[in-house]
């Protein structure tokens, strides 16, 4: 059975048309991944059928009450109330029942009360509490609020106190234990770990209900997705199937529609040129006219997708030594220590994965090392020859109305415009990309940007906070291949089993008292 029924849809964001007469039908019960190429659409995508934005043309129709919730990674939440009350809110129907009960109850205690009607009354909305488990309401929050991590936060903790990080975890909790029809989630993994993504993919392969997920991690959309939601040309073309599944029939399907385009294109420039030629004579005239007209009600098949590559290559200055960095005794925290004291030593070829659970402190260590907290404790020493080259998670800028080659411009003054266009083309930031203001960028062409600084910066000692976050696949594979040919070391953190396990011999999993 249908559930939305998507007819016509198009929309132009910044001056692109993202979507064309598109159109999609989704139904109950359907588990479906959505990717598609860095600024193909998929943020603008969720966002219209969740009623975020209004799409420019077409009908977005949902069948019937479906209850749906969209997880949004930049939305802000109540900060005044605790962990605890937030999730709380899940459930704000059936407290609201259980206080219309109580109150029910203190009616029974009035003059002249309707005692048989009153009861009656209370007692259904009992079963209706009791058949929807409200009286084991915590025990429930907390299985699913401890498979996220969410409890090691502490439930009477303020919201106002937990990272940005904390909080999408907080966010992602609680639609969960909402239960909508329809789930809509953008990159639900970016702020989990290794183990939660672990629990998630058990928990969304038992939901009954339907789910749209965003994801970048390709073996999470594999674990999780039974088909396929893809956005290219314009479209948006449903897959049956995993994701591995999905690449087969693409890549097929992409030939077939590329050769399709060009053999189009090879007949029109026959046409074309039939016509110029014949047009002006008396005795073929009618036959370019013809052709003519042929050509105009021709349905032209849309121009295949620009792929702009991404191409990493991290400059390297040579360093040889045992000891490119020393950690001894180090404490991090903003206040109280997160970790207890430890030690850590790398050579300039080591290659290091840090793991841990989302929370903990894997940022934060990054930023201590990184010279932007400084240490509760102990301390660390890098060599003197060291040169660092550091990509954080967030997605920062002093200037998000800017450009990207103002940003760029502004970190290597010398460089002139055309170097500077290069730079920012080689990263696959091209053309009118180039010239928006960084805002209007996708978040996987924000890292890009970031990336292109490290593209143009010599080191040799990398230090990435998922990097991956928001790349597309093919960003994804040129990024990786980068760093496995790059010389120097890495500190990479990552929740990307499969990106990390490959390019890191070294693990350190970081674990609290």
């Not at 047009?279 to 792929?307: D, F, H, S």
């Not at 960084?438 to 292109?452: D, T």
Request: hydrophobic fraction near 40%.
């Amino acid at each position: 059975m249908s559930i939305l029924d998507i007819k016509g849809l198009t929309h132009t964001f910044d001056g692109k048309l993202l979507f064309d007469k598109a159109d999609l039908t989704i139904n109950n019960g359907e588990h479906i991944g959505v990717v598609g190429l860095n600024g193909a659409g998929k943020s603008t995508f969720i966002n219209i059928i969740s009623g975020k934005i209004p799409q420019d043309d077409g009908e977005v129709l949902w069948t019937g009450n479906v209850r749906r919730a969209y997880l949004d990674q930049h939305a802000d939440i109540d900060r005044s109330q605790t962990v605890m009350e937030y999730l709380q809110t899940s459930f704000a129907h059936l407290y609201e029942l259980n206080a219309r009960m109580e109150a029910t109850y203190e009616k029974m205690n009035e003059p002249g009360a309707d005692l048989d009607a009153l009861i009656n009354k209370a007692n259904r909305m009992l079963e209706t509490l009791t058949d929807a488990g409200f009286f084991d309401l915590d025990a429930q929050i907390k299985k699913v609020a401890n498979g996220l991590g969410v409890g090691r936060y502490g439930y009477d903790t303020p919201v106002a106190e937990l990272s940005g990080g904390m909080r999408a975890k907080l966010m992602l909790c609680k639609l969960l234990l909402s239960e909508p029809d329809m789930m809509l989630l953008d990159e639900p993994t970016n702020f989990l770990d290794i183990e939660h993504i672990a629990w998630l993919v058990e928990y969304l392969n038992t939901v009954k209900g339907t789910f749209m997920v965003i994801s970048h991690d390709t073996d999470f959309l594999d674990k999780v997705s039974k088909c396929i939601v893809s956005i290219e040309n314009g479209q948006i073309k449903k897959y049956s199937g995993n994701y591995r599944q999905y690449t087969a029939q693409a890549e097929m399907n992409r030939k077939q529609y590329e050769e399709s385009y060009l053999r189009q294109q090879r007949e029109i420039e026959r046409m074309e040129d039939y016509i110029n030629r014949n047009k002006a004579r008396a005795a073929t005239a009618g036959m370019a006219n013809a052709r003519k007209k042929q050509l105009e009600k021709m349905e032209l098949i849309k121009k295949p997708t620009t792929v702009y590559e991404a191409e990493f290559s991290f400059p390297y200055t040579a360093l040889h030594t045992r000891e490119i960095i020393a950690v001894n005794r180090l404490q991090i925290g903003y206040t109280d220590p997160l970790l207890p004291p430890f030690d850590l030593s790398m050579d300039s070829e080591t290659k290091l994965w840090i793991r841990g659970t989302n929370g903990i402190g894997k940022t934060t260590l990054l930023k201590t090392l990184t010279g932007f907290l400084a240490p509760l404790g102990g301390g660390f020493k890098f060599h003197p020859f060291v040169k660092l080259g550091y990509v954080e998670q967030d997605l920062n800028f002093p200037n998000p109305d800017e450009t990207a080659v103002s940003y760029f411009s502004g970190r290597f003054p010398r460089y002139d415009t055309k170097k500077v266009r290069a730079a920012l083309a080689a990263v696959g930031i091209k053309n009118d990309l180039a010239t928006k203001p960084i805002r209007n960028l996708s978040g996987g062409e924000q890292v890009r940007v970031k990336l292109a600084v490290l593209n143009n910066t010599e080191s040799n000692l990398l230090i990435l906070d998922e990097p991956t976050n928001h790349l597309d696949v093919r960003a994804k594979d040129a990024l990786k291949k980068a760093l496995l040919a790059y010389p120097g070391a890495l500190i990479l953190v990552s929740h990307e089993k499969e990106f990390a396990g490959e390019i890191c011999p070294k693990i350190l999993d970081i674990k609290g008292d």
